[in-house]
DNA sequence: ACCTGAACACCGTTCAAGT
DNA sequence: ACCTGAACACCGTTCAAGT
C-alpha cells in the first residue's frame, strides 16, 4: 500500500479511501472550486467509499485543497448531506439522463405512477450508499414523505391525482401509500445491496462456515434457506407497485360511482 | 445554563446533553457497570437527546464513569449500536412487556401478523429515535430484513405462515411484502415525528411564516395542505395491513385450490 | 478486577493570515 | 478573491498505570 501513517488499527475506510485520493487529487486540480463540483465530488466519493467515509478533510484532498476550503462553498457538513440528497433526488427531472423515464409528459395516472417509481429506483440502485440519506434526512416541510423529497415532486403527484379525477383526498391518502411503498421497498433493496459486498469485504474464516451458524435450530429458516437467499427484488416491486395501482384504481372508480367525497382510503 | 466551556458556536445537542447528565450522573452512581446497564443507558441516552449526540465519551458520564470504562463490556461504538438495535428488537418478546402482544401464541396467521405488525409498531413509536438504527443497520444474514431484524423472528414468521398451509415459495413473498410494508410506514411514522420536534426545537423567525414558503407556485400543494398535514398514521397503517393480508389470504385460498405449487406472488 | 490519565490519530469549524 | 495554517473543542480507541 502507500503512504499509512505507521500504526495501523484503524477503520477499514481510510485505507481504500487513502489509496484512491492520491491518484484523484491529480486529475481533478483544474481549480475553480464550485458548490456544484463540490456536491458532484461527494456524491462519487460516498458511491466509492461509503457515508462513514466521508469528512470534510478527505473530500477537500479529493478536490485538490484543504477542508477549510469548502467552506466558503457550503456552510457545513450537515448542509453538504443535504445537498447531496437534493441533488441526487432531483437527477429524476433531468432530461437527457435516462430510457424515457420523464415523469412529466405521460399517458395518464397509472404510466405516471409507473414511471415515477422506475425513476426513483434507478436512482436508488445507481447510488445505493446515497439512498439511505434520501429516506432518512429530516425532510423540509412535515408532509414531505420521502424518498419524494421536492415540493415539485409532490406537487406534480397530487397535480397528476387530482386531474385524472382523485378527489383531494383520496389523492394524498394515494400520495402516502406510494411513498410508503417506495420508501420500503428501495431501502430494503439498497441495504440487501450493501450486505452483499460487506460480506465480501470482510470474510473472516471462511465465507460458508460462517453463514451457516446452526440454523438447526430454525427449521423454517433451514428449510427455505435457498428460496430466501433468491433476489427477486425486481419482480417483487412490480408486483407491490401494480397491486398498489389495482388498489388505487378501485378508489377512482368507486369515486366515480358516488359522485360525493367518499374517496376516503384511509 | 450551567458550566459551558467559554466559547458558544457549538452543536446544538451538547448545551441539552451537558444540562441533563450532571443530573443524572449523581443517581446512577451505583457502579456494577455491565453490558446490560450500558445498553440500557444507551437506548435512554439516544430516546432523550438524539442518536447524534450520542458518544462514548458522553454516555460514560450517564453513567459516572469515563468512556474508557465502557471498553471493558463493549468491544466499540458499532458494536454498541448492534446491541442497542438488538435489545429494543426483543423487547417484543418480553413478557410482561404489553397489553397481550405476544406473537408466540396466537390464533391463526392473520392474527400473527397482526400482532407483530403492531407490536413492531409499538417499539417504533417507543423509540422513534432509535428505531432508523433498527432500519439501517447492517443485517446479520443478507436475507434478514429490517425491522423483523433476528433468526428468531424471521424463523417463527415462516414457521407460522408454513404451518397455516402457506407453501415455503408463499411464505417467503409473504415475508418479503411484509417486512417492506412494515419498514416503509413505520420509517415514515417516525421520521414525521422527528420533524414535528425538530420545528419546535429552532423556530427561526415567526414559525408561522416559514412554513408558507411561497406555495403560490404549487396550487395542488395549497389546495391540499390542510390534508396533508392531518395525521392519519395510524388508520392507513391499519388499512395497510388489512390490504396485505387480504393479498396474502387470496395467495393461500388459490393455492389450495390448484394444490399445486402455484404460491408464487412475486 | 476494574477504572483512569495520558496519548494518538482523527473530526468539524473558525479565523487571522497569506497570495 | 480564494485558499491555507494554526488553533479549538471535540471524537473513538489503546494502553500503561493506578486502586
Redesign the pocket.
Known amino acids: 500500500m502507500a503512504k499509512t501513517?505507521?500504526?495501523d488499527?484503524?477503520d477499514p475506510d481510510?485505507i481504500a479511501v487513502q489509496a484512491g485520493s492520491a491518484a484523484a487529487s491529480e486529475m481533478t486540480r483544474p481549480?475553480g472550486?464550485d458548490r456544484d463540483r463540490i456536491l458532484t465530488a461527494a456524491i462519487a466519493f460516498i458511491d466509492e467509499n461509503g457515508l462513514s467515509a466521508l469528512?470534510?478533510?478527505?473530500l477537500g484532498a479529493t478536490l485538490g485543497?484543504?477542508?477549510?476550503?469548502l467552506?466558503?462553498y457550503v456552510p457545513?457538513?450537515?448542509d453538504l448531506l443535504d445537498g447531496v440528497v437534493d441533488r441526487v433526488v432531483e437527477t429524476l427531472f433531468d432530461k437527457d439522463d435516462g430510457d424515457d423515464i420523464y415523469v412529466e409528459d405521460h399517458n395518464g395516472w397509472q404510466d405516471y405512477l409507473m414511471r415515477l417509481a422506475h425513476g426513483v429506483r434507478r436512482i436508488a440502485l445507481a447510488h445505493p450508499s446515497v439512498f439511505p440519506l434520501v429516506a432518512s434526512r429530516p425532510p423540509a416541510a412535515p408532509w414531505v414523505r420521502p424518498p419524494l423529497r421536492s415540493l415539485r415532486m409532490v406537487e406534480s403527484f397530487l397535480g397528476t391525482l387530482t386531474d385524472a379525477g382523485f378527489p383531494d383526498q383520496a389523492a394524498v391518502a394515494a400520495y402516502r401509500a406510494y411513498s410508503s411503498f417506495l420508501l420500503g421497498h428501495l431501502l430494503l433493496e439498497v441495504t440487501q445491496l450493501g450486505a452483499q459486498v460487506s460480506l465480501l469485504d470482510q470474510p473472516e474464516g471462511d465465507p460458508e462456515a460462517q453463514a451457516n451458524t446452526d440454523l438447526t435450530q430454525f427449521p423454517a429458516l433451514l428449510r427455505t434457506e435457498k428460496l430466501l437467499s433468491r433476489d427477486k427484488s425486481a419482480a417483487e416491486f412490480e408486483e407491490a407497485l401494480e397491486n398498489l395501482l389495482d388498489r388505487l384504481e378501485r378508489v377512482l372508480r368507486e369515486t366515480r360511482a358516488s359522485d360525493g367525497d367518499a374517496g376516503d382510503l384511509a
Open positions: 501513517t505507521s500504526d488499527h484503524r481510510l481549480a472550486l469528512t470534510m478533510r478527505r485543497v484543504e477542508a477549510m476550503a467552506y466558503r457545513g457538513r450537515e
